[in-house]
């Protein structure tokens, strides 16, 4: 399936290094989330867009910066990470049509590893 | 409390078993329910949604119970292919306006075993 995409899927970065997650979205959603998901927890949300306005920021340290340039696309920027940061980072899409369904789809993750 | 609360598993059964998975959730103002899936190093996929009326898809059932703010998903002839973690799914807010707001329970583990 290739609804929602993501790149890199994996990603190995030190302490200092800045890099950026990609996502994109192939369905014409409106929607679009980051989550994070560490070994043994529940899906974390970190940020939700709706047409391409950020609506949620569950108090994400300022180390994760999000960008949606468009209802495409959508970025989340890294720097000064740190260890505990390491996990598979999720990103979804959703319709976000109030006469539809709020299911979301996600794409296959890029697993974040940080030393 | 947790907002979603799963069964902690993990559950090993033989193929052709039948299993019932429970959750319950914390907010009675939530409005939509799901099951998704996720295999292993896998991104989690919808299963099924979960309406109060009960539905089934094939061999998948799940039910809804609002006042005991329960939901459960059965599976019946249990497949070697269903083995993946079952994520319940809550959308808290109950809003559908400015995205979808999901809160997602732990996860319970199910191996079914030849």
């Known amino acids: 399936e290739t609804g929602v995409t993501q790149t890199p899927r994996h990603l190995v970065m030190g302490m200092t290094n800045k890099k950026s997650l990609k996502c994109e979205q192939h369905?014409?959603?409106?929607?679009m989330y980051w989550y994070k998901q560490s070994a043994k927890k529940p899906l974390e949300l970190m940020f939700v867009?709706?047409?391409?306005?950020?609506?949620e920021n569950n108090s994400v340290p300022s180390r994760f910066s999000p960008e949606c340039p468009n209802s495409s696309h959508l970025f989340l920027h890294l720097h000064t990470l740190q260890p505990e940061d390491s996990a598979l980072y999720l990103c979804?899409?959703?319709?976000?049509?109030?006469?539809?369904?709020?299911?979301?789809?996600f794409g296959p993750g890029t697993r974040l590893t940080v030393l | 409390r947790k907002e979603v609360e799963q069964d902690p598993g993990p559950f090993n059964v033989p193929e052709g078993a039948t299993v019932a998975f429970n959750c319950t959730y914390s907010?009675?103002?939530?409005?939509?329910f799901f099951w998704y899936r996720q295999d292993c190093r896998k991104e989690p996929k919808l299963l099924m949604s979960?309406?109060?009326s009960g539905n089934e898809d094939g061999r998948f059932t799940a039910q809804l119970n609002r006042a005991s703010q329960y939901i459960s998903l059965l599976i019946r002839d249990s497949k070697l292919s269903d083995s993946a973690t079952y994520l319940c799914?809550?959308?808290?807010?109950?809003?559908?306006?400015?995205?979808?707001?999901?809160?997602f329970g732990e996860g319970t583990q199910l191996t079914v075993n030849p």
């Open positions: 799914v809550v959308n808290i807010d109950g809003s559908l306006a400015s995205g979808s707001r999901l809160t």
């Open positions: 369905l014409g959603h409106n929607a």
């Open positions: 867009y709706s047409l391409e306005e950020r609506v």
């Open positions: 979804a899409s959703s319709q976000d049509d109030p006469r539809s369904t709020d299911t979301q789809y």
């Open positions: 907010n009675s103002a939530s409005q939509s």
């Open positions: 979960v309406y109060s």
